[in-house]
């Protein structure tokens, strides 16, 4: 019996909580909608149950998410917008097997969009400064505007060469 009263007691406690956050959340979630973070915006307003009397404002507003996104297209960045887009760190480590450098970047888009794909031209050079090789790889960037970031794990591919060196360049670049 004491068991059950408890169960109750914990379930109608959980329902309070829900009812009582589903004001913050709301707000939490317009304060990102208005801010054009739809994806955090949207976690916000799912957070907010049924029973709730926010439901329904919450509801119009991940109707409105949903119209937004299926708007979205990835288009390209103009040269002044790629000229926004800078790489403010790069290393490398090559597999002596393999001959794979995997490179890391650490990039700022200072665009007044989200950046979604970069193409990178990384060259290679050799103990005298020549260049020896070059590889073209896109890489998935997902970043909101204003921000900074660090993308691991980029493998544009194998340099037959040896090489002492490498530069990357942004060549390309698109935005939602």
């Known amino acids: ?25 709301l707000k939490k979630g317009d304060d990102f909608f208005a801010k054009h973070e739809y994806e955090v915006a949207e976690y916000y307003y799912e957070k907010i149950p049924e029973s709730s009397p926010f439901y329904k404002k919450a509801q119009k507003q991940l109707d409105a998410i949903g119209t937004i ?17 800078i790489i403010i760190d790069h290393t490398y480590k090559v597999d002596n097997i ?7 970047l650490s990039l700022v888009n200072n665009m007044d969009r989200i950046l979604e794909y970069i193409e990178v031209e990384f060259t290679y050079y050799d103990n005298d400064d020549r260049k020896v090789y070059t590889l073209i790889t896109e890489t998935r960037t997902p970043m909101y505007q204003n921000t900074q970031d660090v993308f691991t794990k980029i493998e544009p591919g194998a340099v037959p060469v040896d090489f002492s060196r490498s530069t990357a360049r942004i060549l390309k670049a698109r935005y939602q």
């Open 69 to 85: 996104k299926r708007q979205w297209v990835e288009k390209e960045v103009t040269a002044e917008e790629l000229a926004k887009i």
């Open 98 to 104: 393999t001959r794979v450098p995997v490179h890391r």
């Open 1 to 25: 019996m004491i068991f059950r009263v408890l169960i109750i007691a914990f379930i109608v406690a959980g329902c309070v909580d829900n009812e009582e956050n589903a004001s913050a959340n």
